[in-house]
């Protein structure tokens, strides 16, 4: 019953991450012959933009596809784990392709081109309600998961970016000075690099097999201290097999006591760091034993 409802979630999510795709590309489209037309860098960047961005659904996309594949012998935990690379993939893009626009930015600062504030308003109002559309429409699944998370992230920009055009095109209506095409699209680059910095942090960790962001091994440690019959514990590791799949593995010390009665210790282990933690896959392997004075790895509890 999990399992169907996971699949059915990820062919949702799939759903989502087409029709935005779609949606995007053909923003793209839009953006790029009239920002040409128009002459506006904030325009023809928020277009690459979106480029970017059409390129990072595809690729989670993929991912979440990919992460749909039943085990094999040589890749016994499937490819949940391509969604955490695209993630990383897609991050480090959009970081990289900002580096560009601010050096079209500088450009456009010290030579100035006129630009034809109707077309930039018409089109960046659009683009905003499809790209705000789009983000709404990832929000829940982003909060699991850091594959959705990076696509959010980078609709989330294409909204800023989109936003940040209209005050642009704006200005330089009220103002006549045509540097606020050039001065916006570097506020948007910033913004994009502090929203994109989080998600290439978080992917950077889990692919060194860190500890997923919103759990703290020393309040695990705490919850299972509190289980009656579990006297420490040493060789604690949290990780993540996929974007929304933390697991864990360690040693627990129980005593001297019967395999048997380890059974009914083991269920309440793994509700306990399910329901609190959202660890369902865990490998746990007791001691009959207790801490040695001379182990610095074991934490004993009593």
């Known amino acids: 019953m999990a399992h169907a409802h996971h699949h059915g979630h990820r062919h949702h ?22 920002g ?13 933009h979106n480029l970017t961005d059409a390129l990072a659904l595809v690729i989670a996309l993929i991912a979440v596809r990919l992460e749909k594949r039943a085990p094999t012998s040589e890749k016994s935990f499937g490819y949940q784990r391509a969604g955490i690379l695209a993630a990383f993939i897609n991050a480090g893009m959009l970081m990289a392709f900002t580096l560009l626009v ?49 696509a959010f992230v980078h609709m989330i920009g294409d909204a800023v970016s989109s936003f940040g055009i209209i005050i642009a095109a704006l200005l330089i209506r009220f103002t006549g000075n045509v540097h606020w095409d050039a001065i916006v699209s570097i506020f948007i680059g910033l913004l994009i690099v ?14 060194l097999e860190g500890t997923p962001a919103g759990i703290d091994p020393a309040l695990v440690t705490q919850s299972l201290g509190k289980i009656e019959g579990i006297y420490g514990v040493h060789h ?7 974007p929304s799949s933390p697991a864990l593995s360690c040693h627990l010390m129980v005593g001297d006591v019967p395999v048997s009665s380890t ?40």
């Open 194 to 207: 502090w929203s994109s910095y989080g998600v290439l942090r978080e992917s950077v960790n889990l692919l």
């Open 36 to 48: 040409t037309w128009a002459g506006s860098l904030a325009l023809i960047g928020d277009a690459l």
């Open 236 to 242: 604690l590791h949290i990780w993540a097999l996929g």
């Open 13 to 34: 999510v799939s759903e989502k991450l087409t029709v935005a795709t779609i949606a995007n590309a053909l923003v793209v489209v839009a953006e790029l012959f009239i």
């Open 102 to 150: 601010f050096r079209e930015a500088y450009e456009r600062l010290r030579a100035p081109h006129p630009v034809q504030t109707s077309l930039m308003l018409i089109t960046a109002a659009v683009a905003l309600v499809v790209n705000g559309a789009t983000a709404l429409s990832l929000r829940r699944e982003s909060r699991h998961d850091v594959n959705i998370r990076g």
């Open 263 to 302: 059974a009914k210790l083991l269920e309440e282990i793994t509700e306990m760091l399910a329901h609190e933690y959202r660890i369902a896959h865990t490998t746990i392997q007791f001691e009959y034993a207790m801490c040695a004075v001379d182990d610095p790895f074991c934490v004993p509890f009593k």
